[in-house]
């Protein structure tokens, strides 16, 4: 028996791609299905992150004409990560497939996810194999966010974002997580089980533009390390600790000069650099605290993540 496959699809503002988006993956579930790759009741999830435009009306059509769509309506704008996990802890399947509305995660690649679940994998992260159509600076970006998430010691997939399949199982971990500020792509790693990799190529957006502006890439990048990392933190301590040391050393070096010579030169740009510096180095180190202790207070009040108005 195949699995029955739910594909989740989170939506904003996606009016002038969804149309094209519900075409191709008509096609690719009559080509899964007939391929006996999955069960005929499989079914594709919009999840519209509350939409100001015409996709919920969209979404509404697509299921009222064909069995194989369903939606899932959030009370109003939660943001990417929120409105994949409404999408993931609320569609039914064996297996659940995630990927984003645009078409820039090529839908052919869960053919290959599919197979790699079929050898028995409980997760397959789609990876990107080039970034050609990305823009210098997202490519910049995004790899250099990799990076420093390898260096602050998160467990994340390079050139993974949030296309991926998992099983009932892995879905049903994922549900005891209860955090508000949200990562997944954090968080699946620690669920475990085996895992398999399908590459595939990353296409230009279908239409629209980017839901994702550089406000937002950061804010997502600032909530992906202090959630996951406290090197941020340690990292402090330990630049204060060579400031300390540094200025006892200066200190010393001040001390046995003025005993040797007797002269000191009363310098304008050395008292007021460093004091300028320190005082930055200060401001950062607060600016970072404030972050973590900002996190801590947002997860203690427990809020819900979602809300959930219309199910189809
Ligand atoms: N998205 C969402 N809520 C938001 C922002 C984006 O559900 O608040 C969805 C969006 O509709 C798309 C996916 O998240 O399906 C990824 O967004 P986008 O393609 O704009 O990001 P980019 O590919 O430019 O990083
Ligand atoms: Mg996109």
């Not at 939409?51 to 069995?67: L, N, V």
């Not at 397959?124 to 997202?138: E, I, L």
């Not at 399949?165 to 085996?194: C, Q, S, W, Y």
Request: proline fraction near 4%; aromatic fraction near 10%; charge should be neutral.
């Amino acid at each position: 028996m195949p699995p029955r496959l739910g594909l989740v699809i989170p939506c904003y503002n996606e009016e002038e791609v969804l149309p094209e988006t519900q075409r191709q993956l008509r096609v690719l579930l009559d080509e899964l299905i007939a391929d006996a790759c999955i069960a005929p009741d499989s079914r594709v999830y919009f999840v519209d992150d509350g939409s100001r435009d015409r996709t919920w009306r969209q979404i509404e059509a697509f299921s009222a004409d064909d069995p194989n769509f369903g939606g899932i309506k959030l009370s109003r704008n939660c943001g990417h990560q929120r409105a994949l996990l409404a999408g993931l802890l609320s569609a039914e399947g064996d297996v659940i497939v995630s990927m984003d509305a645009d078409l820039q995660d090529d839908p052919r690649a869960i053919k290959g996810m599919l197979a790699a679940h079929a050898e028995g994998s409980d997760i397959v992260y789609g990876v990107r194999s080039s970034r050609t159509t990305d823009t210098a600076f997202k490519r910049l970006t995004a790899q250099g966010f990799y990076r420093l998430m390898t260096v602050m010691g998160v467990d994340v997939v390079f050139d993974h974002a949030d296309y991926r399949l998992m099983t009932r199982r892995a879905i049903e971990n994922l549900r005891e997580f209860d955090e508000v500020n949200l990562f997944l792509r954090g968080i699946i790693p620690l669920i475990g089980f085996k895992s398999a990799r399908v590459e595939y190529a990353r296409s230009e957006r279908f239409a629209g533009e980017s839901k994702y502006p550089l406000r937002k890439m950061l804010a997502f990048a600032i909530d992906g390390i202090t959630s996951f990392s406290v090197v941020p933190l340690r990292f402090i301590s330990g630049i204060g600790l060579a400031t300390c040391l540094v200025s006892l050393m200066m200190a010393g070096w001040i001390v046995i000069r003025a005993l040797a010579s007797g002269a000191t030169v009363p310098g304008w740009a050395s008292t007021v650099v460093p004091m300028y510096f320190l005082g930055g180095v200060q401001l950062l180190s607060i600016g970072i605290l404030g972050e973590y202790v900002a996190k801590s207070y947002l997860e203690t009040k427990r809020r819900p993540r979602f809300f959930i108005d219309k199910l189809l």
